[in-house]
Each structure stands twice: as structure tokens, then as C-alpha cells.
């Protein structure tokens, strides 16, 4: 069976996303934005999956939605400063 010959799957109308609703309050760890390690060279917002990464009209990272982040972790792996500017720090009181 190849993907030509599958059978068609259903359809969900208006099918929720992380834009929508808030998906990124139940987690144990909370990413941390240092502002000042920070390069502005744009990778953590090009690998967010989520779209949590904020962003100036100038380009430069002012912060995280944490909305909507969920922790995935691929901005702290790609951040290339040093000193990592992204990075987890554990919730006082997680909502588990």
C-alpha cells in the first residue's frame, strides 16, 4: 500500500491548534529568556514549532508566549551563544 492508495481519513472541521487555545500551561519546567546573552540572530524563532517565540518589528526577541510553548526544547539546542540566552528552569507550582 502506498500513500496513493490509502483510504481517505476523516475530516475535522475547525480542528483546534496552539493559536487558538492555550496549550503550554501544564508543564513542569518554564523556558527563561536572557535578554542579555541574547544575539537576536533569529534561530529560536525559525525552529519553534509553535509559534512562542516574540518577535519586535525589528526583528529582535522580546520574550516567549508561554501560552503556547511546550517546552520542545529546539530553541535552547540551536541558541549559539555561549552563556545560553534560552534556557529551563523548574515551576514553583506546576499545573499537573
Given amino acids: 500500500m502506498t500513500w496513493?492508495?490509502?483510504?481517505?481519513?476523516?475530516?475535522i472541521p475547525n480542528?483546534?491548534?496552539?493559536?487558538?487555545?492555550?496549550?503550554?500551561?501544564?508543564?513542569?519546567?518554564?523556558?527563561h529568556f536572557n535578554d542579555e546573552t541574547c544575539i537576536d540572530c533569529g534561530?529560536?524563532?525559525?525552529?519553534?514549532p509553535?509559534?512562542?517565540?516574540?518577535?519586535?518589528?525589528?526583528?529582535h526577541m522580546t520574550g516567549i508566549d508561554?501560552?503556547?510553548c511546550k517546552d520542545c526544547g529546539l530553541?535552547?539546542?540551536i541558541c549559539p551563544t555561549v552563556e545560553k540566552s534560552l534556557y529551563f528552569v523548574e515551576k514553583a507550582n506546576p499545573k499537573i
Fill in 75 to 77: 530553541c535552547v539546542e
Fill in 66 to 68: 508561554y501560552d503556547h
Fill in 15 to 31: 480542528a483546534g491548534n496552539s493559536k487558538e487555545y492555550k496549550t503550554g500551561n501544564w508543564l513542569p519546567t518554564h523556558l
Fill in 43 to 48: 534561530l529560536c524563532w525559525a525552529v519553534c
Fill in 50 to 59: 509553535d509559534d512562542a517565540i516574540i518577535l519586535d518589528e525589528a526583528g
Fill in 4 to 11: 496513493k492508495t490509502m483510504p481517505e481519513g476523516s475530516v
